[in-house]
């Protein structure tokens, strides 16, 4: 089992940056795919980027070219560097780990809020 603790959120001006962590438990870490997920009100949760066990990314067109995700697997620890902040990021963003044959693993999110 993996737990996952994120950290980072805050509020921040259009055209601000945020650091975002997610902290894993377990010693396997390595062999999950990590990911970040947002859900703002109203609104389903959406994949906003992946990094494989290979370290191989992908992104939400919605974010590409703005956030960075990765991986460290000597501390256990991804992370989603955004820059260029836009109210329509506003959202709180979760943390997932998956693996084959573990399923999924979710943290208790991390409000981030983007003012105009």
């Known amino acids: 089992q993996v737990q996952l603790v994120e950290s980072g959120g805050g509020l921040v001006q259009a055209g601000g940056s945020l650091r975002l962590s997610c902290a894993a438990s377990g010693s396997t870490f390595r062999f999950y795919a990590m990911s970040w997920h947002r859900q703002a009100p109203g609104k389903q949760r959406e994949l906003v980027a992946t990094v494989s066990i290979s370290g191989s990314t992908n992104y939400a067109d919605s974010v590409k070219g703005r956030f960075t995700i990765s991986r460290d697997n000597s501390k256990n620890t991804v992370s989603l560097q955004m820059n260029n902040l836009r109210p329509e990021d506003t959202a709180v963003y979760y943390c997932?780990?998956?693996?084959?044959?573990?399923?999924?693993?979710w943290g208790q999110g991390t409000q981030v809020t983007v003012s105009s």
């Open positions: 997932n780990a998956w693996r084959l044959g573990s399923g999924d693993y």
